[in-house]
């Protein structure tokens, strides 16, 4: 669980990956917290897991507000067992919550949550626009703002332009996803799918260290090497990647994914070394779902790889496509309110949408994924639908 919290009750989000959950609080205060857990599913033996906890500081803005951040992380959960919780330090305690830690297994169901429906939220960059202003009062209260939904829902997340100020210090403090690079780039698996989560930003804050972008590349290599693996992608055929600016976009702003030569599609060439880009290294290894955000629309692809459509046939275009299926879905909301489409929009769009809304996904099994866009505008219409339906998975399946 993770939060923000300011003399006062903590504020908890839940963030889990393969049998852990991270706990964080952020305090005025270089105390850390504990976390009190129980469950009815738990057995009594392991009530007493161990908890590992940490603490790290940073300063927010101007005033150089010092702010702690406390980090407590409970291992050995059972798969797809709730489990009620809450935390803090004797300076204040949350309210009672509850999660169902994420199910792994291949045999996975939608579990119930708060919200009745959802068992992961994915959150693709641009916070609360922005985290760091009010020196970093806005960040805090977005955190307050979304305890309602991710104190109960693992709330995954990736870096996006929105982050950047301060060495992306907000993202990085706040945020406690799997793996040991801050959050910027990780893996995680849920269900039939391996999901992948990106930093798009290495490509375009070289001030940030160069050595991040190429970090970053061969990471993803080694991981969907070993994704690929023949006992890996028999047990998680599907391969889902986020990251916050698309490899292609038909919206009228002159961003990276209106051009051609897109550093996040075909790498950048001012680079020494030359850095390469993501397109070819996700259709080697077969991905077969990119979503996306960044644009203030909702835009759905063509199955599509070197700018051109590769659907699986004329009347079913996403049944065994010939290369990956690329989502946007970066019309959530934000002050600068959504963009305008190019009226001439390339072969590969599919469907747009000005809309502000959001993409509901479902895993139904090996071979089957649903896709939908509601629209928040239409009082929760759904505007959009696809399924996804894959035979094979793998480089093999593009041809």
């Known amino acids: 669980m993770q939060g923000s919290v300011v003399r006062g009750p903590a504020v908890c989000v839940v963030q889990c990956c393969n049998g852990a959950c991270s706990c964080c609080l952020r305090s005025v205060k270089p105390r850390t917290p504990v976390g009190a857990w129980c469950s009815s599913h738990l057995d009594p033996a392991r009530a007493g897991a161990p908890l590992i906890s940490r603490s790290t500081r940073f300063y927010g803005g101007v ?63 641009d916070f609360a ?30 870096p996006g332009n929105h982050e950047a100020t301060y060495n992306f210090s907000n993202y990085r403090n706040r945020f ?5 690079t801050e959050s910027l780039w990780y ?82 060439n001012d680079t020494k070394p030359p850095a390469p880009g993501l397109e070819d290294l996700f259709y080697r290894y077969g991905v077969d779902l990119e979503l996306w955000a960044h644009e203030h629309t909702y835009e759905r692809l063509w199955p599509v790889y070197g700018d051109k459509v590769c659907n699986g046939s004329k009347e079913q275009p996403y049944v065994n496509p010939k290369a990956p299926v690329h989502i946007i879905t970066g019309s959530a909301g934000c002050r600068e309110r959504t963009d305008r489409f190019n009226p001439n929009p390339k072969d590969w769009s599919a469907f747009r949408s000005t809309d502000y809304g959001y993409t509901r996904m479902q895993l139904v099994n090996a071979t089957h994924i649903y896709l939908e866009q509601v629209s928040d505008d239409q009082y929760g219409k759904v505007i959009d639908s696809i399924w996804v339906v894959k035979d094979k998975h793998g480089y093999s399946a593009w041809f």
């Open 129 to 158: 626009y922005d985290m760091h202003e009010d020196n970093a009062r806005i960040g805090d209260e977005f955190m307050r703002q979304i305890q309602s939904i991710a104190a109960y829902v693992p709330y995954m997340t990736c």
């Open 63 to 125: 005033e150089k507000r010092k702010m702690f951040i406390h980090r407590v992380t409970l291992k050995g959960l059972k798969p797809a067992a709730t489990y009620v919780y809450h935390c803090g330090s004797d300076d204040g305690w949350s309210d009672m919550f509850t999660f169902t830690a994420l199910n792994d297994s291949t045999s996975f169901r939608s579990q119930e949550t708060q919200l009745g429906m959802y068992d992961v939220i994915l959150h693709i960059g």
């Open 176 to 180: 406690s996803m799997p793996g040991q």
């Open 187 to 268: 893996s995680w698996n849920l269900g039939s799918a391996h999901f992948v989560s990106i930093s798009t930003e290495v490509y375009f804050y070289l001030e940030y260290g160069q050595e991040l972008l190429f970090k970053q590349y061969e990471w993803l290599k080694k991981d969907l090497e070993e994704a690929n693996k023949p006992e890996n992608r028999a047990v998680r055929p599907w391969i889902i990647t986020m990251g916050h600016r698309p490899m292609y976009c038909s919206d009228d702003d002159q961003d990276d994914c209106t051009k051609f030569d897109s550093y996040v599609r075909l790498g950048r």
